[in-house]
Each structure stands twice: as structure tokens, then as C-alpha cells.
């Protein structure tokens, strides 16, 4: 409510409310903190869903999204006659092969189908798998990632002796890059090869041949 106030000459004029003390705007900054509080709390959710849709979306970035793994590589049994199913490798694989071709191995012709670009792999990995009669008898993968304390030189690969196990060289050398498996009329033979961590020239790898879990052959190229 204004107040009348009059001078000492006279005059009279009217002295009205700061607008501080007013209702009308008292209750304009009550809705102007509604406001800005509801808008804080939009933001805060909207950064939420934000970060958990980004969350989410690296989780599934980070999943495999075909089924070229080590894990399903080992899943594979070998026997022309009870080996893995053609049908099942490609279903679990989940991708047409990158390429198709006939090959013989030990005398016997079979079917290779050859998958690109396996998880967590180089970009020249692959995964191989021979049929005959519609059965797994060989599988061959290569490029994987393997990473090594320490180089792998010439003078120790010469230590390697026939006979050793398979639990000696990978605890000797680690984990090789690739392994090659065939089993065809009950003889069974597997191959590692170690590409990276290598001493030697660009290039330098060597493998290593086991016949009945035990060492028996080794080659090397460009080792020092």
C-alpha cells in the first residue's frame, strides 16, 4: 500500500513499496525457481540416459558380433566320420565364408572354407576349416593377437628338442599366433606358429610340428 508523505514546504507526495516488497514479485521468483529447477532436472536425465545410451552402446560395440572366435575355433572336433557337421561350423560362425576351394591333405580331397577377419585378431587373420563327407578333418587359424615380455631369438628356438610337450613350449615361448589341426583316418597331426614377439628380419617366424602331443619337427624363417 503506498504511503502519503509531506514536505517541510508543503508539498505532499505519495512514497510507494520498493518492488522488493512486493507479492507481485515475490511470487515471480518463486516461479522463476520452479522453473529453473525443473529445467536442472531435466538436463541431469537427459545427461543420464546420455551417458547410459553411450554406455550401452560401447558395451555392444565391445561384444562380438560374429562367432570367429579362439573360443569356438577349439569347439570344433575333427574326424571324417564324426567330426564337427559343415551345417554346425557355419552356423556357429554365423557368416559366409570369404572364400571356398578344394584342397588335398594326406591324399584326401576336401572342402576348405575360409572365414576373414576373426575377433580381436590382425587384419590378415583367418579361420580355415576342411570337410570331407560333410565332416570337420583340418582347421587352421591364424593371426592372433599375442602380446610377449620379451623377443623370441635363434638360440633359444635351437633349444627346442623333439619329444618336448606341448605344455613346455608354451610356457617356454607363450601362446603361438596360430595353430593348424587335422585328423584324417585316425592320424592326427597340429602345427603353432609364432609370428609376432620374434626376433630376426621383418618376417621372422618359425613353427612347430607335434605328432601325439609332442614335438616333432621345427622350422624357422629369418630368426636371429
Known amino acids: ?7 517541510e514546504n508543503g508539498n505532499v507526495y505519495i512514497k510507494k513499496k520498493p518492488f522488493y516488497k512486493r507479492i507481485w514479485f515475490w511470487i515471480l521468483v518463486v516461479i522463476v525457481i520452479i522453473f529453473a529447477g525443473s529445467q536442472m532436472g531435466k538436463g541431469s536425465s537427459d545427461n543420464t540416459k546420455s551417458s547410459s545410451s553411450s554406455s550401452s552402446s560401447a558395451s555392444s560395440s565391445s561384444k ?4 570367429l572366435t579362439k573360443a569356438n575355433f577349439d569347439k570344433i572336433t575333427l574326424s571324417d566320420s564324426t567330426g564337427t557337421s559343415e551345417k554346425d561350423v557355419k552356423a556357429m560362425f554365423k557368416k559366409t565364408p570369404s572364400s571356398t576351394d578344394t584342397q588335398t591333405i594326406n591324399n584326401v580331397s576336401a572342402n576348405m572354407y575360409t572365414w576373414s577377419g576373426i575377433d580381436g585378431g590382425d587384419i590378415a587373420s583367418a579361420i580355415v576349416v576342411g570337410f570331407e563327407n560333410g565332416h570337420a578333418i583340418s582347421k587352421d587359424i591364424t593371426g592372433i593377437k599375442v602380446t610377449r615380455s620379451s623377443k623370441i631369438t635363434l638360440a633359444q628356438f635351437n633349444e627346442i628338442q623333439n619329444g618336448a610337450s606341448k605344455t613346455d613350449i608354451q610356457k617356454q615361448f607363450g601362446d603361438p599366433n596360430g595353430y593348424d589341426l587335422t585328423n584324417i583316418g585316425g592320424q592326427s597331426s597340429e602345427m603353432w606358429s609364432y609370428t609376432s614377439g620374434v626376433n630376426g628380419d621383418v618376417g621372422a617366424n618359425f613353427n612347430i610340428t607335434f605328432t601325439n602331443g609332442v614335438v616333432s619337427g621345427k622350422t624357422q624363417v629369418s630368426m636371429k
Open 1 to 7: 500500500m503506498s504511503k502519503k508523505i509531506k514536505d
Open 64 to 67: 562380438s558380433t560374429t562367432g
